[in-house]
Antibody
């Protein structure tokens, strides 16, 4: 069955870089797009960007200067890197599949704090 | 960016009752390929969002027919009939037509 699972550090210091991994199973990264979505505590959802099946990327313009999405198809993994983290980057980060966001990971909570 | 305006912010409904949520976009969501990439999700407390409706009116696998979506262009509606306890949570609309993709602010469905 289709599964996505996010992993990464729960705590990041301000101004540092966040690195998250999304490990997928049940589908191929060369056939489906993978998106990243985040949610501040108690707030709504924000689309961050996506890795396309062919390796192309698209980013939310509000984050573009800080965000990078890459992948390793041999490991079925998609990576998110975002630099210059601030406290308002605190929240749950999800990876999800395809334009319809049909399957979601459980999310990983990231706290930006010193 | 396309702004997705959801109303109301919160809803109070009786079990077995019916309700609807509105979602309006600041631009038409008709893509150049002819599809309208408007989706609805439910996020239950402590869980990841789950897809309910894709491309305006299509129920995702396993979604009960109590959920229905309609609309076109910039004006969309999610209807929930015969509300059950597992329907409670926050509902989001989302557009996948224009970059950056954007979500509505959410509508919280609570029991009356």
């Amino acid at each position: 069955q289709v599964q996505l699972k996010e992993s990464g550090p729960g705590l990041v210091q301000p101004s540092q870089t966040l690195s998250l991994t999304c490990t997928v199973s049940g589908f191929s990264l060369t056939s489906y797009n993978v998106h990243w979505v985040r949610q501040p505590p108690g707030k709504g959802l924000e689309w961050m960007g996506r890795m396309r099946y062919n390796g192309d990327t698209s980013y939310n313009s509000a984050l573009k200067s800080r965000l990078s999405i890459s992948r390793d198809t041999s490991k079925n993994q998609v990576f998110l890197k975002m630099n210059s983290l601030q406290t308002d980057d605190t929240g749950t980060y999800y990876c999800t599949r395809s334009r319809s966001l049909d399957y979601w990971g459980q999310g990983v909570m990231v706290t930006v704090s010193s | 960016d396309v702004v997705m305006t959801q109303t109301p912010v919160s809803l109070s409904v009786s079990l077995g009752g019916q309700t609807s949520i509105s979602c309006r976009s600041s631009q038409s969501l008709v893509h150049s390929d002819g599809n309208t990439y408007l989706y609805w999700y439910l996020q239950k407390p402590g869980q990841s969002p789950q897809l309910l409706i894709y491309k305006v009116s299509n129920r995702f696998s396993g979604v009960p027919d109590r959920f229905s979506g309609s609309g076109s262009g910039t004006d969309f509606t999610l209807k929930i009939s015969r509300v059950e306890p597992e329907d409670l949570g926050v509902y989001y609309c989302y557009q996948g037509t224009h970059y950056p993709y954007t979500f509505g602010a959410g509508t919280k469905l609570e029991l009356k």
